[in-house]
């Protein structure tokens, strides 16, 4: 028991659950578009997601205490640049204009973690950490495989980048929720500006305006259609029991399991209605 506790706590801790979570949303991106790319992207966007996340999770940490880290925190150092061998290796796969549009929300997520003026990171720039994180997903599951594809962005793809911004919003939500005790007064977070009741609300309205944008696009798809509402019910669910007070895994495992659940709700009705 002791061994499987260490085994998800790693898991967890290395980021590669998000970056499953990350691999599920450029899934149904390929799914609702019926995108042709190469396996690699997969292996592109999974490792660079690893990389990112753990750059920004662990970079000061390593830097600060480089002689001193736990034996978790080693195991996740090691991890980190075996996982960013394998994302140079996929690099070298992908066409230039791919590299490209990656790279600019890649700058983002190095912006996020390090000063860029006076000593200011993105994330610590009043009330923009949360749109800098749902910027960086939608771009990486939307955006990139687009673009790997040579898709054209017209106003369904353009909906669906905006529908994965808002969706991104409200699953970070519990996460700042969670983080009130912890975070900057300085950052002015959604629940630092509006409270936690009112946060609540506003991604109430934000999962609906999700789904009526649905119905705006050029051509919506059924199974897609019905997945997106049961998502959205199932991140009002989680959103509605969000408190400061969390169980350990609550949002780092159950909430960024969304996704991937999303995912199978779409898998199953692709099944039931085409």
Same mark, same amino acid.
Request: glycine share 6%.
């Given at each position: 028991?002791?061994?499987?506790?260490?085994?998800?706590?790693?898991?967890?801790?290395?980021?590669?659950?998000?970056?499953?979570?990350?691999? =599920?949303?450029?899934?149904?991106?390929?799914?609702?578009? &019926?995108?042709?790319?190469?396996?690699? /992207?997969?292996?592109?966007?999974?490792?660079?997601?690893?990389?990112?996340?753990?750059?920004?999770?662990?970079?000061?940490?390593?830097?600060?205490?480089?002689?001193?880290?736990?034996?978790?925190?080693?195991?996740?150092?090691?991890?980190?640049?075996?996982?960013?061998?394998?994302?140079?290796?996929?690099?070298?796969?992908?066409?230039?204009?791919?590299? %490209? =549009?990656?790279?600019?929300?890649?700058?983002?997520?190095?912006?996020? =973690?390090?000063?860029?003026?006076?000593?200011? &990171?993105?994330?610590?720039?009043?009330?923009?950490?949360?749109?800098?994180?749902?910027?960086?997903?939608?771009?990486?599951?939307?955006?990139?495989?687009?673009?790997?594809?040579?898709?054209?962005? &017209?106003? !369904?793809?353009? %909906?669906?980048?905006?529908?994965?911004?808002?969706?991104?919003?409200?699953?970070?939500?519990?996460?700042? %929720?969670? *983080?009130?005790?912890? *975070? =900057?007064?300085?950052?002015?977070?959604?629940?630092?500006?509006?409270?936690?009741?009112?946060?609540?609300?506003?991604?109430?309205?934000?999962?609906?305006?999700?789904?009526?944008? *649905?119905?705006?696009?050029?051509?919506?798809?059924?199974?897609? !259609? %019905?997945?997106?509402?049961?998502?959205?019910? /199932?991140?009002?669910?989680?959103?509605?029991?969000?408190?400061?007070?969390?169980?350990?895994?609550?949002?780092?495992?159950?909430?960024?399991? /969304?996704?991937?659940?999303?995912?199978?709700?779409?898998?199953?009705?692709?099944?039931?209605?085409?």
């Amino acid at each position: 028991m002791k061994l499987l506790r260490s085994v998800f706590s790693f898991y967890i801790n290395s980021s590669t659950h998000v970056a499953l979570a990350v691999l =599920a949303l450029l899934q149904i991106t390929v799914l609702e578009f &019926n995108l042709e790319v190469s396996y690699s /992207l997969y292996g592109f966007v999974f490792f660079g997601t690893i990389t990112a996340y753990n750059f920004v999770k662990y970079a000061g940490v390593a830097g600060l205490h480089h002689y001193s880290l736990t034996e978790s925190l080693k195991a996740i150092q090691v991890f980190s640049v075996f996982c960013f061998v394998l994302l140079f290796y996929f690099v070298l796969q992908q066409t230039v204009r791919t590299i %490209i =549009a990656a790279s600019f929300f890649g700058l983002l997520t190095l912006f996020y =973690a390090i000063p860029l003026l006076k000593k200011k &990171n993105l994330r610590t720039v009043t009330g923009l950490k949360i749109f800098i994180v749902a910027m960086v997903w939608a771009g990486a599951t939307v955006v990139v495989p687009l673009v790997a594809s040579g898709t054209e962005f &017209n106003n !369904t793809e353009l %909906i669906v980048f905006v529908q994965r911004i808002l969706l991104v919003i409200v699953l970070t939500i519990p996460f700042e %929720i969670r *983080d009130l005790p912890y *975070d =900057a007064a300085s950052l002015l977070t959604l629940p630092q500006r509006l409270g936690i009741k009112a946060v609540k609300t506003v991604g109430y309205v934000v999962l609906l305006g999700c789904i009526l944008l *649905d119905f705006l696009k050029d051509e919506g798809i059924l199974p897609f !259609t %019905i997945s997106l509402m049961v998502f959205c019910a /199932l991140a009002g669910l989680f959103l509605f029991y969000s408190e400061k007070k969390q169980s350990r895994y609550f949002a780092s495992f159950w909430v960024e399991s /969304l996704p991937i659940v999303w995912l199978g709700i779409v898998l199953l009705t692709i099944h039931f209605f085409m």
